[in-house]
């Protein structure tokens, strides 16, 4: 299974999300082509009412933990209850300029 399948079953299947977003940002590395080792998750649903923002994060980490453990370097999260998600516009966060270093070509 490919990282983003993997990532967005888990999320499916555990947190229910009315939104979820994934993006592959690997291309914008130094990353060998076709890798996936870098992605921005954005994922709006009810399991998060009430938890403080590390208490989400935590929760996706250890859905994601195989992923994390291997392939995955970076993962940027945005999580939401459905409430925040709609004072927010419903609009996902842009992802700064990679400064790790110049691409490989």
């Not at 130094?30 to 923002?53: C, E, W, Y």
């Not at 999260?77 to 709609?86: D, F, G, K, M, Q």
């Amino acid at each position: 299974m490919q990282v983003y399948e993997f990532i967005e079953s888990q999320l499916s299947e555990h947190l229910k999300p009315t939104f979820l977003e994934i993006v592959d940002e690997s291309h914008q590395h130094n990353v060998a082509p076709g890798a996936q080792s870098h992605f921005k998750v954005t994922v709006v649903t009810d399991a998060f009412i009430g938890q403080r923002l590390i208490g989400r994060h935590r929760q996706v980490n250890g859905l994601l933990a195989d992923a994390l453990a291997g392939p995955v370097h970076a993962l940027a999260l945005h999580t939401y209850t459905p409430e925040e998600w709609a004072a927010r516009g419903e609009q996902s966060m842009a992802s700064p300029a990679c400064r790790g270093g110049s691409k490989l070509g």
